[in-house]
T-cell receptor, first 113, second 111 residues
Framework: GESVGLHLPTLSVQEGDNSIINCAYS??????FIWYKQESGKGPQFIID?????DKRQGQRVTVLLNKTVKHLSLQIAATQPGDSAVYFC????????????FGAGTTVTVRA | DGGITQSPKYLFRKEGQNVTLSCEQN?????MYWYRQDPGQGLRLIYY???????QKGDIAEGYSVSREKKESFPLTVTSAQKNPTAFYLC??????????FGQGTRLTVV
């Protein structure tokens, strides 16, 4: 069946270093991929998205890469800061009749001072 | 301000009771979702609705029920049939083709 999953449940990063969070998906029909950040006790917040017809998209300090050949999605955070400590989720969606929105298990990022 | 509001923030339920969690959005979004999150876990989909008066089961619908009588409202009832209801519940909405907006969650505890 279709699923969205993350490679590693936890990631420890030194402040100032770059972070890379990975995600694998299985549904080739997915049109749209999104990264969310969830801080403790709060709802997830949107970080960045990418359409299936793109390979790369950049935002402020974040870059999302999409490799459709191996069904792999990654989020890169430049110059990681203490405020980046959170759980990061990838999600996939399909434009069409079914609006089902599925999430991966999440990667907990801890930034070391 | 446009947004999505969940209430209450904290809810306590006695065993055998039904409780209803509220979710309201003023974003004019067609699609609404309910997720359950257990400590250290990801988001598991309970129910979702693409349009008023229609909804679909997600991956863990047993023990839950929903209604969608109005576009802006999607309440979730946790019934006594849900044997392990203690969790963090999140509501979200989207246009169906764009990013989801989440509420701040309701933490349900069985006492």
């Amino acid at each position: 069946g279709e699923s969205v999953g993350l490679h590693l449940p936890t990631l420890s990063v030194q402040e100032g270093d770059n972070s890379i969070i990975n995600c694998a998906y299985s549904n080739s029909a997915s049109d749209y991929f999104i990264w969310y950040k969830q801080e403790s006790g709060k709802g997830p917040q949107f970080i960045i998205d990418i359409r299936s017809n793109m390979d790369k998209r950049q935002g402020q300090r974040v870059t999302v890469l999409l490799n459709k050949t191996v069904k792999h999605l990654s989020l890169q955070i430049a110059a990681t800061q203490p405020g980046d400590s959170a759980v990061y989720f990838c999600a996939e969606n399909r434009v069409g009749n079914d609006y089902k929105l599925s999430f991966g298990a999440g990667t907990t990022v801890t930034v070391r001072a | 301000d446009g947004g999505i509001t969940q209430s209450p923030k904290y809810l306590f339920r006695k065993e055998g009771q039904n409780v209803t969690l509220s979710c309201e959005q003023n974003l004019n979004h067609d699609a609404m979702y309910w997720y359950r999150q257990d400590p250290g876990q990801g988001l598991r989909l309970i129910y979702y609705s693409q349009i008023v008066n229609d909804f679909q089961k997600g991956d863990i619908a047993e023990g839950y029920s929903v209604s969608r009588e109005k576009k802006e409202s999607f309440p979730l009832t946790v019934t006594s049939a849900q044997k392990n209801p203690t969790a963090f519940y999140l509501c979200a909405s989207t246009t169906g083709t764009t990013r989801a907006f989440f509420g701040q969650g309701t933490r349900l505890t069985v006492v």
